[in-house]
């Protein structure tokens, strides 16, 4: 059964840039056909997609988010981290770390972490 582990920090200050990581269990994020993906979803909306890597290293991107974001991994360590650029407070959400097929469809989701701008 895969795992998923967000870790960072829970506040973060404008400007600032945000760096979250997810620790997987259970399965290698090099295992063929799979992305490793950030969602978050703001309160009282929906949900976001922010940013994928793919088994095979390729990042995937939201188009609004582009400019901001950016994803690496540690196949040593089984990880994948997400680095979001110039936050302001309209980035305050809870993130999740997850596992998408290679059909896009979300199979493991992280228990997720709030993480709040403000000064």
């Known amino acids: 059964q895969v795992h998923l582990q967000e870790s960072g920090p829970g506040l973060v200050k404008p400007s600032q840039t945000l760096s979250l990581t997810c620790t997987v269990s259970?399965?290698?994020?090099?295992?063929?056909?799979?992305?490793w993906s950030w969602i978050r979803q703001p309160p009282g909306k929906e949900p976001e997609f922010i940013i994928s890597i793919h088994y095979t290293g390729s990042p995937y991107y939201n188009p609004s988010l582009k400019s901001r974001t950016s994803i690496s991994r540690d196949t040593s360590k089984n990880q994948f981290t997400l680095q979001l650029n110039s936050v302001t407070p309209e980035d305050t959400a809870r993130y999740y770390c997850?596992?998408?097929?290679?059909?896009?469809?979300?199979?493991?989701w992280g228990q997720g972490m709030q993480v709040t701008v403000s000064s």
């Open positions: 259970g399965a290698s994020i090099t295992t063929d056909g799979y992305y």
């Open positions: 997850c596992r998408d097929r290679g059909d896009w469809v979300t199979d493991s």
